[in-house]
């Protein structure tokens, strides 16, 4: 059974959306949730990088890289992506020689539940994962507090995942 990682960039509706996400998922992945918030990853900077990766990075770091296929999960903040997620790529982006594992040909899915429209953090993760070296499915899921998650769209992109 192949392992997914779902990473969620903050609490709320988000974190309901990926707990969502996992239950469907399960029937068909093994799945591991990561709320980034709770993670509460020090703020990356080159002084704190110089003391060492902390551990709780390097974990994630690891479990992204033992993973075949992943789901990021943002609101829109400030039409981009929240702190939290940027952060924890920093944090994985100088983990080791090998960090590029994480992300390299992982199919990604992203979602988010916004507010407000929510395309714009789309397009932003869509843009730096794929810089990072994931497989963005072309298929994303948006919800907000007028659009519930459609379980056959999830199931679809899925599909995909496997």
């Keep these: 059974m192949k392992k997914i990682t779902i ?5 709320g509706k988000n974190a309901e959306l990926g707990q969502k996400i996992k239950e469907v ?23 704190k990088e110089e003391k060492g990766i902390p551990e ?3 974990d994630l770091s690891d479990s992204l890289s033992e993973s075949e296929g992943l789901v990021f999960i943002a609101p829109e903040y400030n039409g981009s992506v929240p702190p939290s997620l940027n952060n ?10 090998n960090w590029r594992e994480a992300f390299n040909g992982k199919t990604t899915l992203i979602a988010t539940h916004s507010g407000g429209g929510g395309h714009h ?12 070296g994931a497989n ?9 507090y007028n659009k519930e998650l459609n379980i056959d769209s999830l199931n679809q992109c899925l599909a995909q995942m496997q």
């Design 7 to 11: 990473l969620t960039a903050s609490q």
């Design 25 to 47: 998922a399960e029937k068909n992945f093994k799945c591991e949730l990561i709320d980034l918030v709770e993670l509460n990853l020090p703020l990356y900077s080159e002084d």
């Design 56 to 58: 709780k990075a390097q």
């Design 88 to 97: 924890a790529i920093c944090w994985i982006s100088r983990s080791g020689k």
């Design 121 to 132: 953090v789309l397009m932003a993760m869509r843009q730096q994962l794929s810089f990072l």
């Design 136 to 144: 963005v499915l072309g298929r994303q899921l948006l919800t907000n």
